[in-house]
C-alpha cells in the first residue's frame, strides 16, 4: 500500500465545511487504488490567531514541512480585518507558509464543464470549449517587496515595492512553456511592460527563453488587454503565465468563465511540499450554513493526487465523478439555474464520493 502524510488546514470561513467533503473524496479513491492517506489537522488564519495568538504558528508550520502534501481550506474574514498587517491572516499567515515552503508556482486550470456553460454569466458562445491554465508567479512583485507607511503634512504616505529578479521570472517561465507542451503548444506571458521596469524585465526575460521551446507558440499582452480578452474570446488562450499580483487577479476573473469561482481548483508548487486550495475566499457570509460550494476543494484534491503522488488514474476518477455528479443535474446555491437540483456543501461531497466506486 502507497502512504502519503498529508497536513490539513481548514483556515477559516467555510473552510470548516469544504476540507472535510474533499477529505472524504480522497479517503474513498485512496480505497479504490489502494492508497492509504494520514490526514493530520492543524490550525491556520483566524482559527489560530484565536486559538495560538498568530496566524502561522509553529507547530503548524512544522507539521506542513514534514508532511507530503497539504490540503488547505480558506484564510481570514471580517473578525480579523483590523489587525495590523503583520499579522493579518492573509498577509501573516498564507505569504509566508508559499515563502517559506518554496512555493514559487501557482496553477489554476479554467476548464467549463458542458453542463455549467448556462452558470457563467458570459454568452455561451464565447465561453463554451475554454480550456486553460494560468500559472502565477507567487513568491515575488508587491505581496513581498518592502512596505511602509509614514506621516506626511497633509495625512500619510504609502509603500509598496515590486521586485523581480531574472532567476525568479526564468523558473516561472520554463514551467509554463513545458505545461504548453503537454497541452496545446501556446504560451501568452501577461506584463505591464509599457509602464513597469519589472514589466520590462519580464518581457526580456520570456523572450530570450522562448528560442528554447521552438515548438511553442507565444505572444505577449498588457495585462489590461488580457483582462478584456478574458471576456471577449477566452479561447484563445492555452496557458497563462503571468506575476504575482495581475495572476491573483486574472484568476478571480476567469473563474467565472467556469460558471462560479467555487469550481477554480489550484495547486502552489516548487518546493518539497505541495500545497493544494481553492481558489475562493472565507465566504464568512455563507460560512456555516451548508452552502459552500466543495467542488473545487475536491478538485484540488485531484491536483495533489497528481502533482505530488503522481497518482494521473486516481485524480482522473476524481475529476470524472464531479463531471458525472454534474452531468446529472445536482448543483450547489452558487450554480443555480431553473430545472437543477439545489445541493448543500455535504451532500455534494458525499454523491461525488459515491460515484467512485
Avoid at 175 to 200: C, I
Avoid at 330 to 345: M, N, S, V
Amino acid at each position: 500500500m502507497n502512504r502519503y502524510r498529508i497536513a490539513v488546514l481548514p483556515g477559516d470561513g467555510i473552510g470548516q465545511e469544504i476540507i472535510p467533503q474533499a477529505v472524504k473524496v480522497l479517503k474513498k479513491v485512496g480505497e479504490k487504488y489502494d492508497l492509504e492517506f494520514n490526514f493530520t489537522e492543524a490550525p491556520v488564519g483566524g482559527a489560530a490567531i484565536d486559538i495560538a495568538g498568530v496566524p502561522l504558528p509553529e507547530d503548524t508550520m512544522k507539521l506542513c514541512q514534514e508532511s507530503e502534501a497539504i490540503l488547505l481550506g480558506a484564510i481570514g474574514g471580517p473578525k480579523w480585518d483590523q489587525l495590523p498587517t503583520h499579522i493579518r491572516p492573509e498577509a501573516a499567515a498564507l505569504l509566508p507558509l508559499r515563502k517559506r515552503l518554496g512555493l514559487y508556482a501557482n496553477i489554476r486550470p479554467v476548464a467549463l464543464y458542458p453542463e455549467l456553460v448556462a452558470a457563467s454569466t458570459l454568452k455561451e458562445e464565447v465561453i463554451a470549449g475554454t480550456d486553460m491554465v494560468v500559472i502565477r508567479e507567487l513568491t515575488g512583485g508587491l505581496y513581498f517587496g518592502e512596505k511602509r507607511r509614514e506621516k506626511t503634512e497633509t495625512g500619510e504616505l504609502a509603500l509598496d515595492t515590486l521586485i523581480y529578479t531574472t532567476e525568479e521570472i526564468e523558473r516561472i517561465v520554463r514551467l509554463a512553456f513545458e505545461t504548453a507542451k503537454g497541452r496545446r503548444n501556446k504560451v501568452t506571458s501577461v506584463d505591464k511592460a509599457n509602464v513597469l521596469e519589472s514589466g520590462r524585465l519580464w518581457r526580456e526575460t520570456v523572450m530570450k527563453i522562448a528560442p528554447d521551446y521552438p515548438e511553442v507558440e507565444l505572444d505577449h499582452m498588457y495585462v489590461d488587454n488580457c483582462a478584456m480578452q478574458l471576456v471577449r474570446s477566452p479561447k484563445q488562450f492555452d496557458v497563462i503565465v503571468t506575476e504575482n499580483t495581475f495572476g491573483d487577479i486574472l484568476t478571480d476573473q476567469a473563474s467565472m468563465i467556469s460558471g462560479s469561482i467555487g469550481m477554480l481548483a489550484s495547486a502552489s508548487i516548487g518546493g518539497k511540499v505541495g500545497l493544494y486550495e481553492p481558489s475562493h475566499g472565507s465566504a464568512p457570509d455563507i460560512a456555516g450554513q451548508n452552502k459552500a460550494n466543495p467542488l473545487a476543494t475536491i478538485l484540488s484534491g485531484a491536483m495533489m493526487l497528481e502533482y505530488s503522488f503522481h497518482r494521473l488514474e486516481a485524480a482522473q476518477e476524481i475529476k470524472e465523478a464531479v463531471a458525472k455528479v454534474l452531468k446529472k443535474g445536482y448543483r450547489t446555491a452558487d450554480l443555480a439555474e431553473a430545472g437543477k437540483k439545489i445541493l448543500g456543501t455535504e451532500e455534494m461531497g458525499n454523491l461525488v464520493a459515491d460515484e467512485i466506486r
